[in-house]
């Protein structure tokens, strides 16, 4: 697997307030390995806590949606968990109270796909609903990808969290309808 810039580009934004948005990060050394990986929570999340721990509390303090991305390595990978947030907007003209929202690319510049994570129960859901990895330059293979990253949050979380996926859809909207019907 390889990684990729974002299809849209870095907003200004996002490069100001880098990692702003950041609640945890899991690194796998090898996903082939059996034993956890490491997660670190996000500098502005309370210690000791577990990723199904933090991402509950970010869910009810409101930070929604919650994301993910997954940037793989040679033999392992590291995913980026986060939320969509508001910042000031850095755009030419914009006044002191004018807003810009940073999500995906705020917390990872090259990534093999992201999405959004929420709760399912006991359980956790992955999909690819992102603007910025979302249709992954059209490469097939999505919704593998996101199952494989499913598995290996779950076998290598050292909390002990379980997560699925969703089936993968493209972002073109036209394109995504005809899925449905046929899926």
Do not use: C
Not at 38 to 60: C, D, H, K, M, S
């Amino acid at each position: 697997m390889v990684t990729f810039a974002s299809q849209r580009g870095q907003k200004a934004e996002e490069a100001a307030n880098f990692g702003a948005n950041l609640i945890g990060t899991l690194t796998i050394n090898d996903v082939g390995a059996a034993g956890p990986g490491v997660f670190v929570a996000g500098p502005n999340e309370p210690p000791g806590l577990t990723l199904a721990q933090i991402l509950r509390t970010n869910a009810a303090n409101g930070h929604k949606p919650l994301l993910w991305a997954f940037s793989a390595t040679h033999t392992g990978g590291v995913v980026v968990f986060g939320y969509d947030r508001q910042v000031l907007s850095l755009a030419v003209g914009a006044g002191p109270l004018d807003l810009a929202k940073i999500g995906h690319v705020a917390l990872m510049n090259n990534a093999t796909i992201s999405g959004e994570i929420s709760q399912a129960g006991a359980s956790w859901t992955i999909d690819n609903n992102s603007g910025a990895w979302g249709s992954m330059g059209n490469n097939s293979g999505k919704s593998q990808m996101l199952n494989f990253v499913a598995q290996i949050i779950t076998n290598h979380d050292p909390g002990g969290i379980q997560v699925t996926s969703k089936r993968a859809y493209s972002r073109t909207g036209w394109k995504r309808a005809v899925q449905q019907v046929f899926r």
